[in-house]
């Protein structure tokens, strides 16, 4: 490969990478790019877990086996079968070198002689591949994992120079990997609530709509369950702010807890004492005992006062819901129901009949306050 499509392939690299939205997508960028600019059939992108002690491959592109999957759920090796990144790698460094590419043949090591005979060669062997070039990804000074591309047996082994410009892939490789994880970090923190590390209500928004055309179209059951805990105000008020946020925080892990009862369940502080969690696929009745299981962990915490409870299902007698809108202001009737109630248990909508006083609630038109001051007034 001349210079000129050399410089072209980085910057083809280079800019499928940035142009990802998500991890799996510049981990596939990766691959695809390093097996073209270096005329491979196939590539790999793998991560060293450094506390789990093993490679994990990430991404397998261009003509895979049968058992290489291209986004592999366990295809994870021991990492003291490739010595190369836990000794080779740093051994290379305290000499004052870098972490340069090497290649290998089924016949054994070919260039960038690292001393140790990998099993690689016996996967190359075994997949009917010619000749591999392996290059060490680092990123923020630490050995990530590696870039691995791999040749056909009918094509030209790689040479010297090949692993070379291995090496200044894995380099741009690492520039993208960064550039990920701070786009990552940045939606995390867009859609986390910094205080007790549950969703916040942009994700909620978000999810919510997502999971109601779901139901739409395909009929997927929507739970919502909207909950406010009790005596946060006195907490504050009494004993100090910071204590209120060790409560929220304390209860956001209950929340969690709760959550995790419910396959996909997520778990979010929607603002000041008030949490939800939206679950998409499980029966409503699951998702009543997972909220009654809520409100029985949260009347056991110690400054709290217990947690008022609604609950919206698309799968109860609630009417049709066509828009996040009406599920998200039935589970907050419902909720409010509770509050007014004082019960320690989850109000559900749609569960009290023909006329029930939730739905009633919900389905009136706004403003919002007067609908909560009117629907407190006709409790007994």
């Not at 390093?34 to 992108?45: I, K, N, R, V, Y």
């Not at 690689?120 to 990804?137: N, T």
Request: proline share 6%; hydrophobic share 45%; aromatic share 6%.
């Amino acid at each position: 490969m001349g210079e000129d499509k050399r410089l072209a392939a980085v910057v083809a690299l280079a800019q499928g990478m940035a142009a990802a939205r998500a991890p799996m997508e510049s981990w596939r960028a990766a691959a695809l790019g390093a097996c073209w600019a270096l005329d491979g059939s196939f590539a790999a992108l793998s991560v060293w877990e450094r506390d789990l002690g093993r490679l994990r491959v990430l991404v397998n592109v261009g003509e895979r086996r049968p058992d290489e999957e291209e986004f592999p759920e366990a295809e994870t090796y021991p990492v003291h079968q490739f010595p190369e990144i836990t000794e080779f790698l740093h051994e290379r460094w305290v000499g004052g070198g870098g972490p340069n590419a090497w290649v290998e043949t089924a016949e054994g090591t070919a260039a960038g002689d690292p001393g140790y005979f990998h099993q690689r060669v016996a996967a190359l062997r075994r997949r009917g591949r010619g000749c591999c070039v392996v290059a060490p990804v680092v990123l923020h000074g630490r050995a990530w994992g590696e870039l691995y591309v791999a040749r056909a047996v009918s094509a030209p082994l790689f040479g010297p120079p090949d692993a070379d410009f291995a090496t200044v892939l894995a380099a741009v490789v690492a520039a993208g990997l960064a550039q990920t994880e701070r786009l990552e970090e940045a939606r995390r923190l867009a859609f986390t609530d910094s205080l007790t590390g549950l969703a916040n209500r942009r994700a909620v928004d978000v999810h919510l709509e997502e999971a109601v055309e779901r139901h739409r179209t395909g009929g997927v059951v929507v739970s919502l369950v909207v909950c406010d805990l009790n005596g946060l105000k006195r907490v504050n008020d009494t004993l100090g702010h910071a204590v209120g946020d060790r409560l929220l925080e304390r209860f956001g892990s209950v929340l969690s807890l709760c959550g995790a009862m419910l396959p996909g369940a997520l778990a979010a502080r929607l603002g000041g004492d008030e949490f939800c969690l939206l679950v998409a696929g499980p029966p409503a009745d699951d998702v009543v005992k997972a909220a009654d299981e809520l409100c029985r962990r949260a009347g056991e915490l110690e400054l709290g006062e217990g947690v008022a409870c609604g609950v919206a299902s698309t799968e109860d007698p609630i009417g049709p819901v066509h828009d996040a809108r009406r599920l998200f202001r039935l589970a907050d009737a419902a909720q409010y129901r509770a509050k007014a109630l004082g019960t320690d248990r989850p109000v559900v909508a749609g569960r009290e009949g023909p006329d029930d006083p939730v739905v009633r609630l919900a389905d009136e038109p706004p403003p919002e306050r007067a609908e909560r001051r009117r629907f407190r007034g006709r409790l007994p």
